[in-house]
């Protein structure tokens, strides 16, 4: 059993269209990170969401933590095929180390 | 510049050898980890090291034993490879430990595939 749970696991959509990803875990995080990785390459860092409730976004991306602190999603709209790669959410509990999800891989076809 | 560059890229060996993975970062940053990502992409904290100092061993095997120089290099020696440890390993950095919100800055991965 994983702490953090992402659903879907996996996801092939067509250009254009909107999605969202789920990040859930029972227990309370002090803070919740997103990162993206593309093939061959390392997770890379896209927000942090540290407030309850608190909603960023980065141009075609949204952003939220849940109120409890146990949850996040990311929602894209108009996806481009350059959006394509392995999202993982990450959760730090203060215990020295980010707990990370088991990733939504995202392709968007064109 | 790369910030995290490790090497090899690729590694490619047989059961019971004994290899090294290197890892440097030029961030200036004090906090150095490495990870595992199985075939199933699942990634999970194996050693964190603060200023040259262990601050985290998730109940790795004591095959795996990191070494850190200075904080700006995070090596990690395997002895006796066995098929499990087939995996890509990820060497990253973050400014200090992180207990809020401190990103992590992650190398390109070294594919270790065990024959």
């Known amino acids: 059993t994983q702490l953090l749970e992402q659903s879907p696991q996996f996801l092939s959509i067509q250009e254009g269209e909107n999605l969202t990803v789920y990040c859930n875990s029972s227990?309370?995080?002090?803070?919740l990170q997103w990162y993206r990785q593309e093939p061959g390459e390392g997770p890379v860092l896209l927000v942090t969401?540290?407030?309850?409730?608190e909603v960023k976004k980065l141009k075609r991306l949204t952003f939220q933590f849940g109120d409890a602190r146990k949850d996040s999603s990311l929602h894209i709209t108009a996806a481009q095929p350059g959006d394509t790669g392995l999202y993982l959410c990450?959760?730090?509990?203060?215990?020295?180390?980010?707990?990370f999800g088991a990733g939504t891989i995202l392709r968007v076809k064109s | 510049d790369t910030a995290v560059s490790q090497t090899p890229k690729y590694l490619v060996t047989q059961m019971g050898n004994d290899k090294s993975i290197k890892c440097e970062q030029n961030?200036?940053?004090?906090?150095m980890y490495w990870y595992k990502q199985d075939s199933k992409k699942f990634l999970k904290i194996m050693f964190s090291?603060?200023?040259?100092?262990?601050?985290i061993n998730e109940t790795v095997p004591n095959r795996f034993s990191p070494k850190s120089p200075d904080k700006a290099h995070l090596n990690l020696h395997i002895n006796s490879l066995e098929l499990g440890d087939s995996a890509v390993y990820f060497c990253?950095?973050?400014?200090?430990?992180?207990?809020?919100?401190?990103?992590?800055?992650f190398g390109d991965g070294t594919r270790l595939s065990i024959l």
């Open positions: 990450a959760g730090a509990q203060g215990g020295n180390k980010l707990v």
């Open positions: 227990s309370v995080f002090s803070s």
């Open positions: 961030l200036g940053h004090d906090t």
């Open positions: 969401v540290v407030t309850g409730g």
């Open positions: 090291y603060n200023n040259k100092e262990l601050i």
């Open positions: 990253a950095s973050s400014q200090a430990l992180p207990r809020g919100n401190q990103p992590q800055h």
